[in-house]
Structure formats: C-alpha cells, structure tokens
C-alpha cells in the first residue's frame, strides 16, 4: 500500500501564490505517476498535473503557465506550485499514485487539502 498526505493548502486572494506538498511513504517502489487532482463540490474531478517517475510532467490546459508539479524523490514528496491564482481554482486537492506507466488509473489518494481563492 502506498500512503499519501497532502499539505500547504490555505485562503489566499487572486493573484497570490500557494505551494501544495505530497509526502508518499509504505510501497513508493511501485509508483510509476504520480498526479494532483481537485475536486469542487457537484463537479467532475478534474486532473491538475501529473509526473512521471523520470520527471515527465503534463498539465490540464487551465493551469498551463501557472502551475508548476515537481518532485523530490529523497524526499517522496511531490510538490505543486500554483501561481497566480484564480477564484476558479477553488477546490480541494487530492494528490493520487499510479502503479501504470501511463498514469491512466490511480490506486491511491490522499485526503485532499483545501484551497480557497479569493477575489
């Protein structure tokens, strides 16, 4: 099993910046991707960013330019800095694992953190 416990979300106003963490612990040798996703209520779960264990990132076009997904494999964090936020952005984050090397499904998550934008 692979356990996973986000960090760093918070109230901040348009503009500003947050920077979310993911620390990974138990059977991190079988993760391939790693990803972040958010939900708001009566909505969709919606992929933010993924990386791969080499590093290979993908982002969902909205946030394309303001949003940076790294990692810190010493660590078994992941990290998403999100710059220049928006009211739209307003959800709560989930950081999730991927044993596939696609990424295409996800077998663990976190609890998920809440980030609240202001305008």
């Known amino acids: 099993q692979v356990q996973l416990v986000e960090s760093g979300g918070g109230l901040v106003q348009a503009g500003e910046s947050l920077r979310l963490s993911c620390a990974a612990s138990?059977?991190?040798?079988?993760?391939?991707?790693m990803g972040w996703y958010r939900q708001v209520p009566g909505k969709q779960r919606e992929l933010v960013a993924t990386?791969?264990?080499?590093?290979?990132?993908n982002y969902a076009d909205s946030v394309k330019g303001r949003f940076t997904i790294s990692r810190d494999n010493a660590k078994n964090t992941i990290y998403l800095q999100m710059n220049n936020l928006k009211p739209e952005d307003t959800a709560v984050y989930h950081c999730a694992s991927s044993r596939e090397y696609t990424g295409t499904n996800y077998d663990y998550w976190g609890q998920g953190t809440q980030v609240t934008v202001s305008s």
């Open positions: 138990g059977s991190i040798f079988s993760v391939n991707v």
């Open positions: 990386i791969t264990r080499s590093g290979y990132t």
